[in-house]
């Protein structure tokens, strides 16, 4: 793992009006080079978690370290925010009727006309914009401004880049290229990107690191894959999976025996069987999502979600076998 680049040490900050909205006792690190995600529901903190990394915004208490060097907040600088960072807003912060060239280059300086117009190409280049050189902000769609806005915040080699809901104007196709644009830039440049996001499928695609707040408070962090296959909490479960949730009680209806309250079943740990004696349950909806379908059981009053990939199609009233492959224990 790298070293980190950014350290919280029980970092607060509550809104008189709001207390929920800001962030409790916050400590973690972020690790240099990587694309750590700070993941939860609106309202979770995530945004106040951003501003106070960035210098933007000073904690009530705590300390927040990058490099080992305390960040002063806006009350101790002319402009407020770290030299180092560069923040993507969620409204970009174009001059939206200035040339797509003219927002990006106008943040170097005329020293060297050359180099600048080369360094701006090349920033474009990267980001796939070059053709849109010429174009005015405004005439961009939201993915394009996107890109606009990061190169933006490139341009001047900052060493961390830090996103606040970069995908929250995108649609679902230039959502996985941009998420492939980041994380390339993150490696290719060497920047430590830290984004924010209520899109659970933005950490598990993107992250290195994956932090998950809810009600300004850290519940739990990780590899992606470590949290959404072992959460710590159900609300990590629910956030990453959107998975079954039962009682030990309805839990005994599919032969789980279980000492703790709640257990947590993934989809896809649903197992269908149509030819054995396994436990039956009555389809009771089918939902086509493309190369597979969602399927909604019912045996005794416990409900369930499945997923089917196979190339049969369930029908409404239908008997199916049911097993569980895995479970979490809450």
Request: charged share 25%.
């Amino acid at each position: 793992m790298n070293n980190a680049i950014i350290e919280l040490q029980e970092v607060s900050k509550i809104y008189q009006n709001n207390p929920l909205a800001g962030v409790q006792s916050v400590s973690l690190s972020i690790p240099e080079g990587l694309v750590t995600v700070i993941s939860g529901e609106s309202g979770s903190g995530k945004s106040t978690l951003l501003k106070l990394i960035s210098g933007l915004m000073s904690p009530d208490s705590g300390v927040v370290l990058y490099k080992n060097g305390p960040v002063m907040g806006p009350e101790s600088r002319l402009i407020p925010g770290h030299d180092a960072m560069k923040t993507v807003a969620q409204d970009f912060n174009l001059n939206i009727y200035a040339r797509v060239y003219d927002n990006i280059a106008g943040l170097l300086s005329n020293t060297n006309l050359k180099e600048k117009q080369q360094k701006t190409f090349e920033v474009m280049e990267f980001l796939k914009i070059d053709h849109l050189a010429q174009k005015r902000a405004v005439d961009l769609s939201g993915g394009e401004q996107q890109r606009v806005a990061i190169a933006r915040a490139i341009i001047t080699g900052p060493e961390v880049l830090l996103l606040d809901e970069p995908f929250s104007q995108v649609d679902s196709i230039l959502k996985n290229e941009l998420r492939a644009d980041i994380k390339r830039m993150s490696r290719y440049l060497g920047i430590t990107a830290i984004l924010v996001s209520h899109d659970p499928l933005d950490g598990l695609s993107l992250a290195d690191k994956m932090i998950v707040l809810k009600d300004g408070e850290v519940l739990e962090e990780g590899a992606p894959s470590d949290l959404y296959n072992a959460p710590g909490c159900l609300y990590t479960a629910q956030l990453l999976s959107n998975c079954n949730v039962l009682s030990s009680e309805d839990a005994r209806e599919l032969d789980i025996y279980t000492g703790k309250d709640t257990v947590a079943v993934y989809a896809e740990w649903v197992r269908l069987n149509r030819n054995d004696d396994s436990l039956t349950f009555t389809v009771k909806d089918c939902f086509f999502k493309g190369f597979y379908e969602e399927v909604l059981l019912e045996r005794n009053g416990v409900k369930l979600r499945a997923i089917n990939t196979g190339n049969f199609r369930y029908v409404k009233g239908q008997e199916v076998g049911v097993s569980i492959d895995r479970f979490v224990e809450f």
